[in-house]
């Protein structure tokens, strides 16, 4: 951790990535291994467009599943202390895979959030997009004043992220000194993308996780256990 937060302490730049881990001491379950598994499914097999004109009913639940974990929880030491270090650095990019809005809570700003927003609403039909923050839909598959189908406002597999949202995240992974990459298996593109073009722009990587991941041979520093523990630990 000290080699880390002499990085941390130098940098003027620092950009972040986080993912599922994060939110996994709020109790929300990441999408991976036996937690992320809902009725046998997998996230792959749900968050796509053809699963959802197939049976959007089942694809609802499933967030619908997801909304009512994500509006119990509370935001936990890790995201506070991101929130904390942005305060700190005089350019700091938080860019987030994650739908909840835990960090928003914890008080990061200007969160990019590339995979979208759980409380996000949008009609297939006339495009509308609306926020609602009920736990849980009561009619699913909801519908939108048009008669149109609406879907959840999250980014699909297969489907592009919001442009402008990328453009700054790539810009952000461009420009840092340092990248914290933290709880996510970094498997899903592009959003993992941004690890490697950070690394070829010339920052220092660093990992925090739980376990080692696809990228843990590539990085500079690991730092291994759960995030509540160990950010306030390095913000300190
Ligand atoms: P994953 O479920 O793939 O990975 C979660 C990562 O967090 C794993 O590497 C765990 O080891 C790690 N982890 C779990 N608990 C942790 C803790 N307390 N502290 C630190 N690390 C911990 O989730 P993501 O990488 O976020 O996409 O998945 C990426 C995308 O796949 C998601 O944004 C979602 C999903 O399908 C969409 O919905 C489009």
Redesign the pocket.
């Known amino acids: 951790m000290e080699q880390t937060r002499a990085w941390l302490k130098q940098a003027r730049s620092v950009a972040v990535l986080t993912?599922?881990?994060i939110s996994?001491?709020s109790g929300v379950p990441?999408?991976?291994?036996k937690q992320?598994l809902w009725k046998q499914y997998r996230?792959e097999e749900l968050?796509n467009a053809d699963a959802f004109h197939r049976d959007p009913r089942l694809v609802w639940e499933w967030y619908n599943w997801r909304r009512s974990l994500i509006a119990k929880a509370h935001p936990n030491p890790g995201h506070y202390a991101l929130a904390d270090l942005a305060s700190r650095i005089p350019n700091f990019t938080l860019i987030s895979?994650?739908?909840d809005d835990l960090h928003e809570q914890a008080g990061s700003r200007d969160v990019l959030k590339v995979?979208g927003d759980i409380w996000q609403l949008r009609c297939l039909n006339c495009g509308r997009q609306h926020i609602d923050p009920r736990p849980a839909l009561p009619e699913i598959p909801p519908h939108c004043h048009c008669g149109g189908l609406l879907r959840p406002g999250?980014?699909?597999?297969g489907e592009e992220l919001p442009r402008h949202i990328w453009c700054k995240a790539l810009q952000a992974a461009r420009t840092a000194e340092l990248f914290l990459v933290i709880?996510?298996?970094?498997?899903?593109y592009p959003a993992a993308s941004l690890v490697h073009i950070a690394k070829r722009a010339g920052a220092h990587i660093v990992e925090?996780?739980?376990?080692e991941?696809v990228i843990t041979n590539d990085i500079d520093d690991f730092l291994a256990g759960?995030?509540?523990e160990i950010l306030p630990k390095l913000i300190a």
Do not use: M
């Not at 990441?30 to 291994?33: E, I, N, V």
């Not at 709880?183 to 899903?188: I, Q």
């Open positions: 993912g599922a881990g996994a001491e990441t999408f991976r291994g992320g996230p968050a895979q994650n739908v995979h999250v980014v699909w597999f709880g996510t298996s970094a498997v899903v925090l996780n739980i376990t991941t759960p995030c509540g």
